[in-house]
């Protein structure tokens, strides 16, 4: 047998079939690309993109919503598949039409409500798709060419649907804006084969907020990356609507708003003269009426219905100042009937007529009334129950009776007075698919996850209340957890704190206590830099629990630092520990360095010195100081080494909010020691300490812009009132400064 010729042919079979294989891909990449979605009731594909405003997103006919968030995902397509292959613009294109085209790629996007082409695939992974939010991606070969369906169970879930295409490519949308995305190295083909079903861990995902203080940008990647949740008081309502976003108002100024004692009366009180043009009273009048007592010629709330308002050391309160103050009567039915009302009227053509959840929480530790009917009520979460019960019922029926055209849910707190479950049995019919109570660890640790065991000194007894509401065999409550974390709580000040550990361990967990909606207060929303890291793995975790942590990390540093990812790994770990104990830090100490007589490292969790209990360790002082030496030599290093110009960007940007908390923790830490010496009557050391103190101030007060990217509450002046321990540098100032 003659081998050579048996050889010369399979060589020549094996470049035939790579010729053929070669064609075949030029074929992929020369076809041109047509994604078919629906643009329902508009003109055309980009107007309904960009119609957001000309959208009721409240009503009941949803062909209009469908096509505006559908066609934006489409567009959102398109432009991502004309960056990351060698396709030009001209070869993407965009339309509907109810037939399948007989040539070129197919990209078929939107729902089996809203795009009959899907409709019309038979797909037996349709029946998983569980949520709204839910979505499938499909490629079926057809010859030459590849159709690609992206389905969403409704628009929601074909927007997501298209990111979670675009990340097949190695799209990542890390942090905001161009910076923030990452784009694959080169140029990728159309993947030929896809079959993935994804549903959302927790239902609810993102912020929470109360003020117009957003950024399209901050929008935008929310979107990317499946987050959910917003403030209704943003001014673009609207794009928040097409961008699949959960609007809620509310919180401790629910009483302010809607039982105000110091409005004006609405109705013609039976014996006060002057009011007759008003609506007629429904309210009975009470014994403890005393009329116009401040002679104004009109009646406010509280001089019409005393009763009606907290009974506090024997005396009616009105006091009531926005967040803070007493609580109302919780136990006259109607003061929370006239409340409700109220609410239920601001949510039809108020300020809050745009409110997908009402957050119905009492005053921020407010005083609760001592009437002999309200201790009957039982404990503070006892009586909350009952107001909110009813004032869910009202909503419910200004919704039967058609006052009230949209669904809206309620979620309740779990909260510093009300942390712990209720000890009698909830109100018969509380409507638990609509309402929830949001779970508030305000005083927890963030060194320890909130489940670990030798947290006994903070965390334990929050997870006991926790357990109360989740997983105790005899809980009262059955309904859904909503958890409210704090990871920039307002103390921090926006600090580069980062939470890889506490994330990857408490969210999983969270969700196998029955938690299903998460928030966390005060996000920043511009100038992120290390708080990119927390952005992301947070969106992940919440979208799916079960995500690989280690490869998500691995992947971000390859990636979004790719050409110093040696060093900036390695930065983030030491800044992780580093900042892990600056809440405890920050509380424990902002308020007493300045007292002679007040212990000043009084917690197992913080000392001056490295101390390593078997319970509550924690970061010390001097471990604090020495990590953040060594994560600075990190990123610097890493500022040498980078040859990227994006990347140097982000470094940049990582650089200016690390230095903020290099000179926050130096400030404390120099601060103390003066403190220390000042204690021991030592002068010269407290002066020379003082110094140190006094460059850092000079540091932190030139810092604006990066202790103004939260909520009012979180942000500051400048870097030197964001310490809280302006009151402890100026009595060391005036002693020591020359």
């Known amino acids: 047998m003659d081998y050579s010729k048996i050889l010369r042919r399979d060589s020549i079979i094996q470049c035939l079939f790579t010729v053929l294989v070669f064609l075949n891909t030029l074929k992929l990449e020369a076809a041109e690309i047509k994604i078919l979605v629906n643009p329902g009731p508009f003109a055309s594909i980009e107007q309904a993109a960009n119609s957001e405003e000309e959208v009721n997103w409240w009503d009941a006919e949803l062909s209009d919503d469908r096509a505006c968030t ?94 979670a295409y ?41 912020f929470w907020a109360w003020e117009d203080r957003g950024n399209q940008e901050f929008f935008i990647w929310m979107a990317r990356n499946r987050m959910n949740f917003w403030t209704a008081a943003e001014k673009e309502v609207s794009l928040l609507k097409k961008l699949a ?21 609405p109705y013609n009180h039976p014996t006060f003269k002057s009011d007759e043009d008003k609506p007629k009273d429904p309210y009975p009048v009470n014994s403890e009426y ?79 009334c001592q009437c002999e009917n309200c201790k009957k009520q039982g404990t503070y979460t006892d009586r909350l129950f009952e107001v909110v019960h009813e004032v869910m019922t009202e909503i419910n029926r200004a919704q039967r009776q058609g006052r009230l055209k949209r669904n809206v849910e309620m979620s309740t707190l779990a909260y510093l007075e009300t942390l712990s479950p209720p000890t009698k049995p909830i109100p018969q019919g509380f409507d638990y698919n609509k309402c929830s109570v949001t779970f508030f660890p305000i005083l927890r640790c963030y060194v320890h996850s909130l489940a670990d065991p030798k947290c006994t000194e903070i965390n334990n007894r929050i997870l006991r209340n926790y357990q109360g509401w989740t997983t105790a065999a005899n809980r009262l409550y059955q309904g859904s957890i909503f958890i409210g974390e704090y990871y920039n ?41 290390t708080w990119t890291l927390n952005q992301y793995l947070l969106a992940r975790l919440l979208w799916d629990t079960q995500a690989n942590v280690d490869n998500l990390l691995k992947e971000y540093f390859n990636a979004y630092y790719p050409t110093t990812n040696k060093y900036t ?30 212990q000043l490292f009084s917690l197992d969790h913080l000392h001056y010195d490295s101390f390593r209990p078997s319970n509550n360790d924690a970061p010390d002082m001097v471990e604090i100081v020495d990590a953040l030496k060594q994560a600075r030599s990190k990123l610097d290093a890493a500022m040498i080494k980078c040859t990227d110009n994006t990347e140097q960007l982000r470094l940049l940007e990582d650089e200016n909010r690390f230095a903020y908390g290099e000179a ?30 006094e460059q850092y101030a000079k540091r932190l007060k030139a810092i604006t812009d990066l202790v103004h990217v939260a909520s009012s509450h979180a942000n500051a002046k400048d870097g030197l009132e964001a310490t809280q321990a302006v009151n402890a540098y100026e009595f060391y100032r005036k002693k020591y400064y020359k």
């Open 569 to 598: 790994r390695d930065f983030y770990d030491l800044l992780e520990f580093a900042m892990a104990n600056t809440k405890t830090l920050k509380y424990s100490l902002r308020g007493i360095l300045a007292k002679d007589n007040v």
């Open 489 to 529: 709580i307002s103390g921090l000040k926006s600090l580069p704190v980062l939470y890889k550990q506490i994330i990857e361990s408490d969210i999983p967990w969270y969700y196998r206590t029955g938690a299903r909606h998460f928030h966390y207060m005060h996000t920043p929303t511009r100038l992120w830099g």
């Open 245 to 265: 976003m959960k609007l809620t108002a509310g919180g401790h100024v629910i009483q302010k708003y809607f039982l105000d004692p110091q409005a004006e009366y």
């Open 70 to 163: 559908e066609c934006f995902a489409a567009i959102e397509l398109a432009h991502f598949l004309a960056a990351c292959t060698e396709l030009q613009v001209d070869e993407i294109s965009i339309g509907f039409q109810n037939r399948l085209p007989a040539k070129d790629h197919i990209f078929l996007v939107g729902s089996s409500r809203s795009n009959p082409l899907i409709a019309s695939q038979k797909i037996s992974e349709r029946h998983k798709l569980n949520t709204e939010e839910s979505f499938l991606l499909k490629i079926i070969p057809d010859g030459g060419r590849i159709i690609t369906i992206i389905e969403g169970k409704d628009r929601v879930g074909t927007l997501y649907g298209v990111y």
């Open 166 to 206: 675009l990340e097949q490519f190695g799209i990542r949308f890390y942090g905001l804006g161009q910076k923030g995305t990452v784009y694959p190295d080169k140029p990728v083909e159309l993947p030929r084969n896809l079959n993935i079903v994804e549903n959302p861990s927790y239902l609810t995902r993102g």
């Open 290 to 368: 005393k009329g116009d007592t401040s002679r104004d010629g009109k009646l406010t709330y509280f001089e019409a219905h005393p009763e009606w308002y907290g009974l506090r050391a024997g005396k009616r309160s009105d006091h009531i100042r926005g967040d803070f103050g007493d609580n109302y009567c919780t136990s006259n039915t109607y003061a929370t009937k006239e409340l409700a009302k109220n609410l239920v009227q601001n949510l039809i053509d108020g300020r809050w007529r745009y409110v997908d959840i009402v957050s119905f929480w009492m005053l921020d530790g407010g005083k609760w």
């Open 664 to 693: 926050m923790i130096y400030f404390y830490y120099h601060l103390t020691r003066t403190a220390v010496f000042h204690r021991r009557g030592d002068e010269i050391l407290a002066r020379h300490e003082f110094e140190k103190v």
